[in-house]
T-cell receptor, first 116, second 113 residues
Framework: DTAVSQTPKYLVTQMGNDKSIKCEQN?????MYWYKQDSKKFLKIMFS???????INETVPNRFSPKSPDKAHLNLHINSLELGDSAVYFC???????????????FGEGSRLTVL | QKEVEQNSGPLSVPEGAIASLNCTYS??????FFWYRQYSGKSPELIMF????GDKEDGRFTAQLNKASQYVSLLIRDSQPSDSATYLC?????????????FGQGTTLQVKP
């Protein structure tokens, strides 16, 4: 069983379109995250939710809107896609924010977004 | 200054050699430090964490922490081609209660047979 699963794995789309990435975890974790990894492999946090509550919202354009319908799911919707949005988006989860002292983030396989 | 800095490499070592990966961080209050490994096209996975000054060994991997100098390193003994990957250093931002983990840009390691 996949612990953290994301769909789709690949998205290729035109500038200006809207797209969504879905994430689900079956680990029973309380906290979920979205990270963005650019072409230089730099991995940067975008959002995190703890029990459906938004707790981290980095300086991300408001074209990006996360939604957590329950603690096992965290989706990312992106409006009006731009070339610079091309990246790999990783969903991750952890047992709880307090548990991050052990650094245990469990990552999904990533969703590679290409904006043409 | 970036919060967590690594030399992006690539670092190339022959099979069987010791690979040494370094990371510096800016927040003197940081208490815990993590190494993630990311194979090409895959997701990062946690391989080591360290809290205390000194060395922590796990199999062929040794993490070294020097809080006074604000650096943490990862040594890989008897490097294997399967160790070829990008190694990401990560530090919790501020209080770990926020859940925010800051990653370095990663060092790409190439182990040549």
């Amino acid at each position: 069983d996949t612990a953290v699963s994301q769909t789709p794995k690949y998205l290729v789309t035109q500038m200006g379109n809207d797209k969504s990435i879905k994430c689900e975890q079956n680990l029973g974790h309380d906290t979920m995250y979205w990270y963005k990894q650019d072409s230089k492999k730099f991995l940067k946090i975008m959002f995190s939710y703890n029990n459906k509550e938004l707790i981290i919202n980095e300086t991300v354009p408001n074209r990006f809107s996360p939604k957590s319908p329950d603690k096992a799911h965290l989706n990312l919707h992106i409006n009006s896609l731009e070339l610079g949005d091309s990246a790999v988006y990783f969903c991750a989860s952890s047992l709880g924010t307090y548990r991050l002292s052990t650094g245990e983030l469990f990552f999904g396989e990533g969703s590679r977004l290409t904006v043409l | 200054q970036k919060e967590v800095e690594q030399n992006s490499g690539p670092l190339s070592v022959p099979e069987g050699a010791i690979a040494s990966l370094n990371c510096t961080y800016s927040d003197r209050g940081s208490q815990s430090f993590f190494w993630y490994r990311q194979y090409s096209g895959k997701s990062p996975e946690l391989i080591m964490f360290i809290y205390s000054n000194g060395d922590k060994e796990d199999g062929r991997f040794t993490a070294q922490l020097n809080k006074a100098s604000q650096y943490v390193s990862l040594l890989i003994r008897d490097s294997q081609p399967s160790d070829s990957a990008t190694y990401l250093c990560a530090v919790p931002h501020g209080s770990s209660n926020t859940g925010k983990l800051i990653f370095g840009q990663g060092t790409t390691l190439q182990v040549k047979p």
